[in-house]
């Protein structure tokens, strides 16, 4: 057994919390790219648009296009569509993101020819991630091209690099003002209203005065705020569990897995779990590195973590083969196992793989 829990009352909680933080103008974009960071695209999609959310983005076309076949009918921003896949955005009534000279006239061509005039479009400029976006030395030639009414322009955006630095933080800053200047030379230059995000959850936290009209939050939904006392007013949605499938007495001496990776100092057991590297378990915990709980007590991941299996030492824990094993959940986090592997929850719950099956709770 192998399964991702998704209690949706913990979803609600994070998102009423986050909610919270905002003056009741902002709205938010809920963000629900790579499978909900693990989760479940659709449940937690229709979860969110009955709570309220005013949008939802993705990373790419063809997770926009599951959303709408699903039935979602709030907006869908997606923020890195590629160009060879703009024909799908028009045929699924997505929200693409433009960010370069290439993906606007590309996109204002298909426009024109399937005569989709005012399209909703949302503009991005990278103003110091250097990722993606328009070069704001480019807002002239942007400005022109709105001037010829092809687009809606739904809003103009960008993304710090840093957000999770609170201030003073110069680089910030200068993004910030950066971007300041981006939404003045808009607003002079456009009859029509246009909305303005620039903030990812860390962000609402760190930059309260730049909620703007929008905030895109992906993280803080499911539970993490990257941020000890943000992350104590939030609670992690998924929690990954698994089952003994073997345990085995080994003697001092004696080793574990592949390449002898582990070698028992006295005599012991491991529990054998069927969850590995194929399943998004890095291959760097094993070394001292990562633990799961099995009835309340920790147990060490030992060897190299298999592509399909990975061995704990139990020790003296008492347990039989079939109990429960919390790989992460309230107690040991997805944040914490992260770092034992050098990563961030973001990594490690995003990588967690189709096999695991998820199992929604009310
Ligand atoms: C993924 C993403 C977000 C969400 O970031 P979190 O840190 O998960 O809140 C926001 N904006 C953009 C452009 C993104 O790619």
């Known amino acids: 057994m192998r399964l991702i829990e998704i209690d949706l009352k913990k ?4 998102y009423n919390f986050l909610r919270s933080q905002l003056d009741p ?3 938010m974009i809920g963000v629900v ?3 909900a960071y693990g989760s479940s695209i659709n449940i937690i999609a229709h979860k969110l648009v009955e709570l309220g959310i005013e949008a939802l983005a993705v ?8 959303l709408k076949k699903a039935g979602i009918e709030v907006p869908v921003l997606v923020f890195y569509p590629q160009v060879h896949n703009f024909k799908k955005v028009i045929e699924y009534q997505l929200e693409p993101a433009l960010y370069s000279k290439r993906s606007w006239l590309n996109f204002k061509k298909l426009v024109k020819e399937t005569q989709n005039l005012d399209y ?13 976006g328009f070069n704001p030395s480019e807002i002239e030639w942007v400005i022109k091209e709105i001037k010829e009414n092809i687009f809606h322009v739904k809003s103009v955006y960008s993304h710090l690099a840093y957000s999770e630095a609170t201030r003073p933080d110069q680089k910030t800053n200068f993004q910030i003002e950066l971007f300041q200047k981006i939404i003045d030379t808009h607003n002079k230059n456009s009859k029509e209203k ?6 990812n959850t860390s962000g609402i936290f760190n930059y309260p005065n730049l909620h703007l009209d929008y905030v895109r939050t992906g993280i803080g939904l499911y539970g993490f705020a990257n941020q000890t006392q943000w992350n104590k007013k939030l609670k992690p949605l998924a929690v990954l569990k698994t089952t003994i499938t073997q345990i085995h007495n080994v003697n001092k001496g004696e080793t574990v897995g592949y390449n002898f990776g582990w070698t028992a100092k006295n005599d012991t057991k491991i529990a054998v779990l069927p969850i590995g590297h194929a399943d998004g378990i890095s291959r760097y915990y094993g ?10 007590k920790k147990a060490h991941m030992v060897g190299n973590i298999c592509m399909d299996m990975t061995m704990v030492e139990i020790g003296k824990i008492n ?17 914490d196992l992260a770092e034992e592997s050098g990563t961030i929850s973001y990594e490690l719950l995003s990588g967690l793989g189709s096999r695991i099956s998820r199992k929604v709770i009310q």
């Open 11 to 14: 979803l609600t909680h994070n």
């Open 25 to 27: 103008k902002v709205k």
């Open 33 to 35: 790219k790579a499978n």
């Open 59 to 66: 990373a790419y076309v063809d997770e926009g296009i599951v």
């Open 120 to 132: 909703p479009v949302h503009i991005k400029y990278n103003t110091g991630l250097n990722r993606i």
């Open 194 to 199: 246009i909305d303005f995000h620039l903030l």
């Open 287 to 296: 070394h001292g590195k990562g633990w799961v709980l099995i009835n309340g």
């Open 319 to 335: 347990c039989d083969e079939g109990n429960e094993v919390i790989i992460f959940g309230t107690q040991s986090r997805a944040d």
